[in-house]
């Protein structure tokens, strides 16, 4: 039996990254046969995500090879990304020889800022559709969304089923469905308010309320981006 040739995957850190985004599909590349995880920053200092937990790169913007899977969480600290070319120029050159170009949450926002959603849909935290709409991608209200070689899972927990179903696309179901059974990935939220159509409406009304100063200060940026004031 011949050895599978392992996908070289990125994973972007950056600060104020949500956490979940980008350890909800890590767990999973890391028991799938087919990945080999480079973890990668700006430099090689530890970078600080929301809530406090330092994450340490494997890899710099300098020194990473080439991947075969460009990775890009979401988190506040996207906002700042929008406009920032070493990131964006990063992302553009990784993207030359990646075989698949990916996000999780508003990862999507900054694979859009740098050009490598155009033309294609893609999803990404309910909250920021509009915004990733800015951009002039169609965009889906799902889960997973996969449109050829870019694959955009929706926010934060979607991530673990972004992970699954990247590794079915690579390795198969078979290994996949192992390990959703080795994560016990089979949810039973407590609340049925984990999406906007199912949430009561003072329950909805929170969480815009809680969120809009973020969505004000995305939209602005993205206005200037794309040229829309």
């Known amino acids: 039996m011949l050895k599978m040739e392992k996908l070289k995957i990125g ?7 949500t956490v979940l985004d980008l350890t909800g599909p890590y767990e999973v590349f890391v028991r799938a046969h087919c990945f080999e995880v480079y973890i990668i920053g700006e430099n090689k200092e530890l ?19 080439d991947i075969d899977i460009l990775f890009v969480p979401g988190g506040k600290g996207i906002t700042p990304l929008l406009t920032n070319r070493l990131y964006i120029d990063f992302l553009q050159g990784k993207a030359i020889k990646a075989k698949y170009i990916t996000a999780v949450c508003t990862g999507s926002l900054l694979l859009a800022a740098s050009g490598l959603l155009d033309g294609y849909k893609a999803t990404t935290h309910w909250r920021s559709l509009e915004l990733l709409q800015m951009f002039g991608v169609e965009t889906i209200e799902q889960r997973v969304v996969v449109d050829r070689n870019r694959i955009t899972g ?14 079915a696309l690579i390795e198969g179901e078979s290994m996949a469905k192992t390990i959703q059974l080795m994560l016990e990935y089979n949810p039973e939220p407590p609340f049925a308010s984990g999406n906007p159509k199912t949430a009561e409406p003072d329950i909805f009304k929170t969480a815009l309320e809680m969120t ?3 969505f004000d200060e995305r939209k602005k940026i993205i206005q200037q981006i794309t040229f829309k004031i």
Request: contains cysteine; charged residues 10%; glycine residues 14%.
């Open 47 to 65: 970078v600080v995500a929301e809530g406090g937990l330092s994450l340490k790169p494997d890899f710099t913007f300098n020194d990473c090879p």
């Open 11 to 17: 994973m972007l850190l950056f600060p104020n990254l």
């Open 154 to 167: 929706g926010g934060i927990t979607a991530g673990l089923d972004f992970g699954l179903s990247l590794t």
């Open 212 to 214: 809009q100063s973020l």
